[in-house]
């Protein structure tokens, strides 16, 4: 799916036309930079104020940030400080001007971007970005976040609604709307009749999915996918007395999480779905006129409605 | 062309700047904060008129609109000396719809969060019921009363009422701690079936759940090494513990007895552990480990097996085996990641992932168990009446291999293998391993031409299939008059399978400012070694979105997608044996069911800001259709003897259409005040064959043979239009 990349941030005049042949000079005789900021260096902090002369938007919006917030704070050494922490090393820069001579996160390689950020951002939910399913696709922290950009002020009408967060500083105006940036096909599903309230605002994709790399398969947050669901459905997790295999072993078995057009966000209608299994005899072997109550209303579920499970002594087949 | 007397003042220069830069202090917190005021505080509070079928439940299923509403309030304050902090965000707060977090602390020390949230989902607003409640779960049928009308209105509905208390503290660069504890209430009620036998009897179940989740965390950070650790404790309880209901039917034979009871889901615990460490290595490399072992139980008391009296005062009704299950589960996930580079362009990742559900729950024997509390048969040889619960586990095992070439800083290839086992006890199949080959190719110049693309192919084999083996894991046995599995048939979770996954997707340069983007994804499974159960299951798609800027700050935008479902069932309709006559297995009773699924969604609107944004229009149309066919035929000859398929028949083709028009309009009025004014027509409609028959037959009615009873819940079938007018107010 299509990832937007994020447009050049800004332009660096020069200051002064003899400095770019002063940066030269002083290229030539220090030590060669690499892509990577940490390769940089930092012998003299360069400060915010420092820059807010030539970037004063960009400035600014570092300035709204938490970045700025718990700059000194948290991180006290010079290379994790201000407009440096990200950018590496500025002296060369300041002096003559060149944009080449700092750390740029357009135009670079998503490698490059990822390590300026996870200089203090390796930990927490970013353990497993490294290796995870959206760095080995190319994509890195910039398609997602931003700091430097306000996003388009829309009224969230036209969009989905989103629960409140914390700021994270998204490209988007919500989490959603940058999940959605590539993956059209679940904004689709979640428009169907059958859908857990995202589009409501209730949910978001970050409430089951760790977009930033997890030890589970498709980015999940607990260890598998059945613990997933029942952090909102702990009363299916068991264990019971009367077990059915296929619903303790993965709910996305019967259940389509994104969004069905059929009730309960099923992938198929009963009681087809249960006689993709079920031929052992007797009633689950019929095909069933439409007009039957086997049908209607909640199909096989009129009777076995312990489907999940059942801990009554006699509910072996689920309707105890 | 400079003079070498510039350029000796500019090097003078130089040296003096970087003097005057050695010498400079760093900002210190407290004045980048004093500086940099906090971010404005925004209230809006607004009225809604709402005209149409706003009682339908459909259109409440997550919501619940009041005529007056807080639509946000964003609330920052911060003491720059200090630096602490406090912050609010709360939107929609109605009666039984708010979302409220807090949060406050010290930057870069600690942080407290508390939210509110409160969910609400209406079920059913038209559902009638006949019975009088005489207790939590306890339903009772008045005498005499046989069908819905007169009966009172029922709504069903849920609501979830949840609180998260968290504080984190980071007491140094390294150090993490966290604590966060969140309980949940959960109230209301929904459509639950009940049966005897083939009667049914669908009543309101009750719902009063409360769940708790603690979760502690630490993590210490060090640049070339990174250790987590976590604890998490969860319960569930349920103060409502079985439901009871009297019969709505005569008493007429052994099968539709005076009352019933089910029990509701049991109070359970679960308890997790994880701990993680990553280090970084020489070359790039990276290591990344993580261990968590847990725990589910669950030891609620057994409710008997019959609510009957009459049953359990016979002299042969069986005692319980143990008093309560006392299940256990454990698991245990592990997973290991290696990543590293080869060269510049080359890197690669390994990682190997295990979680084990190890299922220590008592298999318990449950001799002459009463099926539906209506009598006590005796177990025989010919029709065994035992039961033994099965503790079902797994252990599921994957390993990858990536490696990805990087041509340039915007190109990047992969390759890659997966392979992935299960096994199981009490199943099927045993054991099964899948394997998966696949590449990748995801480019993006500056230009904005970008092509995504991944294919790959997987073949999963169950190391032996044993579809017989359910009957004989299953102590008593199947009874000499059941037929016992269909020996071709195979469950599509465990079977052999052929699947086929790709996606592709085209990003395209803005054309005179038109951005498009389009993708492609199909994924099919073919259950080759399946005679009977699901033969494939396939699915394919495209979507589109186009944007037009017509001006910096006008925005046009339309997307579209496109989604097929596809699957294929095979079954047979077979006649268990009777005293009275032999069984009927023949192939001549096949029947194959199709059933295919098509869904478009539609969208487009415009985003437009004026007067450097303070003036913003906002208007979108979404459009979702969804389209259900299953056809079904009989495979066989009818003419042949011992044809049973009488009831192979196409379904009425089912369907869903959502339409939602949105216009909303945001103009100041003072520097500090806007209003918004916001329009929405929405509208749903649904055509359900499942739903239409219980409109058509409400209460309690006989179909065929046997009797049914529902709640009656109507199509949910609405539109509705809103308008609100809401004031900004921005501190």
């Given at each position: 799916?299509?990832?937007r990349?994020?447009?050049?941030?800004?332009?660096?005049?020069l200051?002064?036309?003899?400095?770019l042949?002063?940066s030269l000079l002083?290229?030539?005789?220090w030590?060669?930079?690499g892509?990577?900021p940490?390769a940089i260096?930092?012998?003299?902090?360069v400060?915010p104020?420092?820059?807010?002369r030539?970037?004063?938007?960009?400035?600014?919006?570092?300035?709204r940030?938490?970045?700025?917030?718990?700059?000194g704070?948290l991180?006290?050494?010079?290379?994790?400080?201000?407009c440096?922490?990200?950018?590496g090393?500025?002296?060369?820069h300041?002096q003559?001007?060149?944009?080449?001579?700092?750390f740029?996160?357009?135009g670079?390689?998503p490698?490059?971007v990822?390590?300026a950020?996870?200089?203090?951002?390796?930990?927490g939910?970013?353990?497993?970005?490294?290796?995870?399913?959206?760095?080995?696709r190319?994509?890195t922290?910039t398609n997602?976040?931003?700091l430097?950009?306000?996003?388009?002020?829309?009224l969230?009408a036209s969009?989905?609604?989103?629960?409140?967060?914390?700021?994270?500083?998204?490209?988007?105006?919500?989490?959603?709307?940058?999940c959605f940036?590539?993956?059209?096909?679940?904004?689709?599903?979640?428009?169907?009749?059958?859908?857990m309230?995202?589009?409501?605002?209730?949910l978001?994709?970050v409430?089951?999915?760790?977009p930033?790399?997890t030890?589970t398969?498709?980015?999940?947050?607990?260890?598998s996918?059945n613990?997933n669901?029942y952090?909102?459905?702990?009363e299916?997790?068991g264990?019971?007395?009367?077990?059915?295999?296929?619903?303790?072993e993965n709910c996305?078995n019967?259940?389509?999480?994104h969004?069905?057009?059929h009730?309960?966000?099923?992938k198929?209608?009963?009681?087809r779905?249960?006689?993709?299994c079920?031929?052992r005899?007797g009633h689950p072997?019929l095909?069933?006129?439409?007009?039957n109550?086997l049908?209607?209303n909640?199909?096989?579920?009129n009777?076995?409605?312990?489907?999940?499970g059942?801990?009554?002594?006699?509910g072996?087949r689920f309707?105890? | 062309?400079m003079t070498?007397?510039?350029?000796?003042?500019?090097m003078?220069l130089s040296l003096?700047?970087q003097?005057?830069?050695?010498?400079?202090?760093y900002?210190?917190p407290e004045?980048l904060?004093?500086?940099?005021?906090?971010?404005?505080?925004?209230?809006?509070?607004g009225?809604?008129e709402?005209?149409?079928d706003?009682?339908v439940?459909?259109?409440?299923?997550?919501?619940?609109?009041?005529r007056t509403?807080?639509?946000d309030?964003?609330?920052?304050?911060?003491?720059?000396?200090?630096?602490?902090?406090?912050?609010?965000?709360?939107?929609?707060?109605?009666e039984?719809?708010?979302q409220?977090?807090?949060?406050?602390?010290?930057?870069g020390r600690?942080k407290i969060?508390a939210?509110w949230?409160r969910l609400?989902?209406?079920?059913?607003?038209?559902?009638?019921?006949?019975f009088v409640?005489?207790?939590?779960?306890?339903?009772?049928?008045?005498s005499?009363?046989?069908a819905l009308?007169g009966?009172p209105?029922q709504?069903?509905?849920l609501?979830?009422?949840?609180?998260?208390?968290?504080?984190?503290l980071?007491?140094?660069?390294?150090?993490?701690?966290?604590?966060?504890y969140?309980?949940e209430?959960r109230?209301?009620?929904?459509?639950?079936?009940n049966n005897?036998?083939?009667?049914?009897?669908?009543?309101?179940?009750p719902l009063?759940?409360r769940?708790d989740d603690?979760?502690?965390?630490?993590?210490?950070?060090?640049?070339?090494?990174t250790i987590?650790g976590?604890?998490?404790t969860?319960?569930?309880?349920n103060?409502?513990?079985?439901l009871?209901?009297?019969s709505?039917?005569?008493?007429?034979d052994r099968?539709?007895?005076?009352?019933?009871?089910k029990?509701?889901p049991?109070d359970?615990a679960a308890?997790?552990?994880m701990?993680?460490?990553?280090?970084d290595l020489a070359?790039?490399a990276r290591?990344?480990?993580?261990?968590?072992?847990?725990?589910?139980?669950?030891?609620e008391?057994?409710?008997?097996?019959?609510?009957?009296?009459?049953?359990?005062?016979?002299?042969?009704y069986?005692?319980?085996?143990?008093?309560?299950?006392?299940g256990?589960?454990q698991?245990?996930m592990?997973?290991?990641?290696?990543?590293?580079r080869?060269?510049?362009?080359?890197s690669y990742?390994?990682r190997y992932?295990?979680?084990?559900?190890?299922n220590?729950?008592?298999?318990?024997?449950f001799?002459?168990?009463?099926a539906?509390d209506s009598?006590?048969p005796?177990?025989?040889q010919a029709?065994?009446r035992?039961r033994?619960?099965?503790?079902?586990?797994y252990?599921?095992?994957?390993?990858?291999?990536?490696?990805?070439?990087?041509?340039s800083?915007?190109a990047s290839?992969?390759?890659?293998?997966?392979?992935?086992s299960?096994?199981?006890?009490?199943?099927?199949a045993?054991?099964?391993?899948?394997?998966?080959a696949?590449?990748?190719?995801?480019?993006?110049?500056q230009?904005?031409w970008?092509?995504?693309?991944?294919?790959?192919?997987?073949?999963?084999?169950?190391?032996?299939?044993?579809?017989m083996?359910?009957?004989?894991?299953?102590p008593?046995?199947?009874?000499?008059f059941?037929?016992g599995?269909?020996?071709?048939l195979?469950?599509?979770?465990?079977?052999?399978r052929s699947r086929?996954?790709g996606?592709?997707?085209?990003?395209a340069?803005?054309i005179k400012?038109i951005q498009?983007s389009?993708g492609y994804?199909?994924?099919?499974?073919?259950f080759?070694?399946?005679?009977?159960?699901?033969?494939?299951?396939?699915?394919?798609?495209?979507?589109?979105?186009?944007s037009?800027?017509?001006?910096?700050s006008v925005?046009l935008?339309a997307?579209?997608t496109?989604?097929?479902?596809?699957y294929?069932?095979?079954?047979?309709q077979?006649?268990?044996?009777?005293?009275?006559?032999?069984f009927?297995?023949?192939?001549?009773?096949d029947?194959?069911?199709?059933i295919?699924?098509?869904v478009?969604t539609w969208?487009?609107g415009?985003?437009?800001?004026?007067?450097r944004?303070r003036?913003?229009l906002d208007a979108?149309?979404?459009?979702?259709?969804?389209?259900?066919?299953?056809?079904t035929?009989s495979l066989?000859n009818?003419?042949?003897?011992?044809?049973l398929?009488?009831t192979?028949?196409?379904y009425p083709?089912?369907?869903n259409r959502?339409q939602r028009?949105?216009t909303?309009l945001?103009?100041?009025?003072?520097?500090?005040?806007?209003?918004?004014?916001?329009?929405?027509?929405?509208?749903?409609?649904?055509?359900?064959?499942?739903?239409?028959?219980v409109?058509?037959?409400p209460?309690f009615?006989n179909?065929?043979?046997?009797?049914?009873g529902?709640?009656?819940?109507?199509?949910?079938?609405?539109?509705v239009?809103?308008l609100?007018?809401?004031l900004?107010?921005?501190?």
């Amino acid at each position: 799916m299509p990832v937007r990349r994020q447009r050049p941030m800004c332009g660096c005049p020069l200051p002064i036309r003899g400095g770019l042949f002063l940066s030269l000079l002083l290229a030539g005789a220090w030590p060669l930079r690499g892509e990577d900021p940490q390769a940089i260096g930092t012998t003299v902090a360069v400060t915010p104020e420092t820059c807010r002369r030539c970037h004063r938007d960009h400035y600014d919006a570092w300035a709204r940030s938490t970045h700025a917030r718990i700059d000194g704070r948290l991180y006290k050494s010079p290379g994790k400080q201000g407009c440096e922490a990200c950018h590496g090393s500025g002296e060369d820069h300041v002096q003559s001007g060149n944009r080449a001579l700092i750390f740029r996160f357009t135009g670079n390689s998503p490698e490059a971007v990822e390590n300026a950020c996870l200089k203090c951002h390796q930990r927490g939910n970013r353990l497993y970005w490294r290796g995870s399913p959206h760095e080995s696709r190319n994509i890195t922290c910039t398609n997602c976040h931003t700091l430097h950009k306000q996003p388009y002020p829309v009224l969230h009408a036209s969009r989905f609604l989103e629960k409140p967060l914390e700021t994270r500083l998204l490209a988007k105006q919500t989490s959603m709307e940058v999940c959605f940036q590539c993956h059209l096909m679940q904004k689709a599903q979640l428009q169907r009749s059958s859908h857990m309230p995202l589009r409501e605002g209730k949910l978001t994709c970050v409430d089951c999915h760790n977009p930033h790399g997890t030890a589970t398969p498709k980015l999940l947050r607990e260890n598998s996918i059945n613990e997933n669901c029942y952090r909102c459905h702990a009363e299916k997790r068991g264990p019971f007395l009367w077990e059915h295999p296929p619903v303790a072993e993965n709910c996305l078995n019967c259940h389509q999480a994104h969004g069905s057009i059929h009730e309960k966000l099923l992938k198929l209608r009963t009681p087809r779905l249960c006689q993709q299994c079920h031929v052992r005899g007797g009633h689950p072997t019929l095909p069933q006129v439409a007009s039957n109550r086997l049908i209607y209303n909640l199909g096989c579920a009129n009777c076995h409605s312990q489907i999940h499970g059942s801990n009554h002594p006699s509910g072996v087949r689920f309707h105890r | 062309m400079m003079t070498k007397t510039s350029l000796g003042v500019l090097m003078l220069l130089s040296l003096y700047g970087q003097s005057l830069r050695g010498q400079s202090e760093y900002p210190s917190p407290e004045a980048l904060l004093l500086r940099n005021r906090p971010q404005k505080t925004v209230v809006e509070i607004g009225v809604r008129e709402t005209a149409g079928d706003t009682g339908v439940a459909k259109f409440s299923e997550y919501r619940d609109l009041g005529r007056t509403f807080i639509r946000d309030l964003n609330f920052n304050s911060e003491l720059p000396i200090s630096g602490h902090y406090f912050r609010l965000r709360s939107r929609e707060n109605s009666e039984n719809d708010l979302q409220s977090l807090a949060t406050g602390g010290l930057f870069g020390r600690y942080k407290i969060t508390a939210s509110w949230n409160r969910l609400f989902h209406a079920v059913s607003t038209s559902g009638r019921d006949f019975f009088v409640r005489t207790g939590p779960g306890k339903f009772l049928l008045p005498s005499g009363i046989q069908a819905l009308q007169g009966a009172p209105l029922q709504n069903l509905f849920l609501k979830r009422d949840s609180v998260g208390l968290g504080i984190s503290l980071t007491p140094s660069e390294a150090w993490d701690l966290r604590l966060q504890y969140s309980p949940e209430r959960r109230t209301g009620s929904r459509p639950g079936g009940n049966n005897f036998a083939f009667t049914v009897i669908e009543l309101p179940e009750p719902l009063q759940y409360r769940t708790d989740d603690l979760k502690l965390s630490a993590e210490v950070a060090k640049p070339k090494w990174t250790i987590q650790g976590s604890s998490q404790t969860l319960s569930f309880h349920n103060d409502v513990k079985g439901l009871e209901w009297t019969s709505s039917f005569p008493v007429n034979d052994r099968l539709v007895p005076a009352s019933g009871r089910k029990a509701l889901p049991a109070d359970n615990a679960a308890q997790s552990f994880m701990i993680s460490g990553a280090v970084d290595l020489a070359r790039s490399a990276r290591i990344v480990a993580t261990v968590s072992p847990g725990w589910m139980h669950q030891n609620e008391a057994f409710l008997p097996f019959t609510i009957s009296p009459a049953i359990q005062g016979q002299s042969n009704y069986p005692a319980l085996p143990a008093p309560g299950l006392n299940g256990n589960k454990q698991t245990l996930m592990m997973n290991y990641l290696l990543t590293g580079r080869v060269k510049k362009q080359f890197s690669y990742s390994a990682r190997y992932r295990s979680y084990r559900l190890d299922n220590q729950t008592p298999s318990l024997l449950f001799s002459n168990y009463v099926a539906y509390d209506s009598s006590l048969p005796v177990s025989t040889q010919a029709a065994p009446r035992s039961r033994r619960n099965l503790p079902y586990g797994y252990t599921r095992q994957n390993a990858n291999l990536d490696w990805i070439w990087a041509p340039s800083k915007t190109a990047s290839a992969r390759w890659f293998y997966q392979w992935e086992s299960w096994d199981r006890t009490y199943r099927d199949a045993k054991r099964s391993n899948e394997h998966t080959a696949g590449a990748s190719w995801d480019w993006m110049n500056q230009d904005g031409w970008g092509v995504q693309a991944l294919l790959q192919y997987s073949l999963r084999r169950p190391e032996r299939y044993d579809p017989m083996y359910f009957n004989a894991s299953f102590p008593a046995g199947p009874g000499l008059f059941a037929l016992g599995q269909l020996s071709g048939l195979r469950r599509f979770d465990e079977a052999e399978r052929s699947r086929n996954y790709g996606t592709v997707s085209l990003q395209a340069p803005p054309i005179k400012s038109i951005q498009f983007s389009a993708g492609y994804i199909v994924d099919r499974s073919f259950f080759h070694q399946s005679s009977y159960g699901a033969l494939y299951d396939v699915s394919d798609g495209v979507s589109c979105d186009v944007s037009y800027p017509v001006r910096p700050s006008v925005s046009l935008f339309a997307d579209y997608t496109f989604e097929r479902l596809r699957y294929s069932l095979r079954s047979r309709q077979r006649l268990d044996a009777s005293p009275a006559e032999p069984f009927n297995d023949s192939s001549n009773n096949d029947w194959e069911s199709n059933i295919r699924d098509l869904v478009h969604t539609w969208g487009a609107g415009v985003n437009a800001g004026f007067f450097r944004n303070r003036v913003v229009l906002d208007a979108y149309y979404g459009f979702s259709q969804g389209d259900n066919a299953t056809t079904t035929a009989s495979l066989g000859n009818p003419a042949a003897a011992g044809f049973l398929v009488s009831t192979a028949e196409d379904y009425p083709r089912l369907g869903n259409r959502f339409q939602r028009l949105t216009t909303s309009l945001k103009f100041p009025v003072t520097r500090s005040i806007s209003y918004r004014v916001e329009y929405v027509y929405e509208r749903y409609a649904e055509k359900d064959l499942a739903l239409e028959r219980v409109v058509a037959l409400p209460g309690f009615t006989n179909v065929g043979a046997a009797n049914a009873g529902f709640l009656g819940m109507t199509l949910p079938r609405y539109h509705v239009n809103i308008l609100s007018i809401s004031l900004f107010y921005v501190f």
